[in-house]
């Protein structure tokens, strides 16, 4: 089985999500948007429905797609660690901006 850090690797799969993080689309819509071939979104699709990131359903003769984020929970769960470093490394950031601006007004 493959885990979504693997699925979340290729780029176009990364696309489609942040289009079907705006609103449900169809795979007409994701091949004018991402601009390849509907096989080549549809095999994406498949990829991302396998591994439980993005849901369909039927709408007359069309299947429309949704983003499913429970399973980027875990994604976030690892990168919590690197937010909180990057939190501090901000912080500094901000003093020393802070620092320089009021030395520049002395």
């Not at 080549?40 to 369909?56: D, F, P, Q």
């Not at 797609?65 to 976030?76: F, G």
């Given at each position: 089985m493959v885990t979504t850090f693997e699925v979340l690797t290729d780029a176009n799969r990364r696309r489609i999500l942040d289009l079907l993080r705006e609103r449900e689309r169809a795979v007409g819509e994701l091949v004018e948007e991402i601009g390849i071939s509907q096989p080549?979104?549809?095999?994406?699709?498949?990829?991302?429905?396998?591994?439980?990131?993005?849901?369909?359903r039927a709408d007359a003769q069309r299947r429309l797609?949704?983003?499913?984020?429970?399973?980027?929970?875990?994604?976030?769960a690892w990168l919590a660690p690197y937010r909180r470093f990057w939190a501090g490394r901000l912080d500094d950031l901000e003093r020393h901006l802070d620092e320089t601006a009021n030395e520049k007004e002395k």
């Open positions: 080549g979104v549809s095999k994406h699709l498949r990829v991302l429905r396998e591994a439980g990131l993005v849901e369909a797609y949704a983003l499913r984020a429970e399973p980027l929970e875990e994604v976030d």
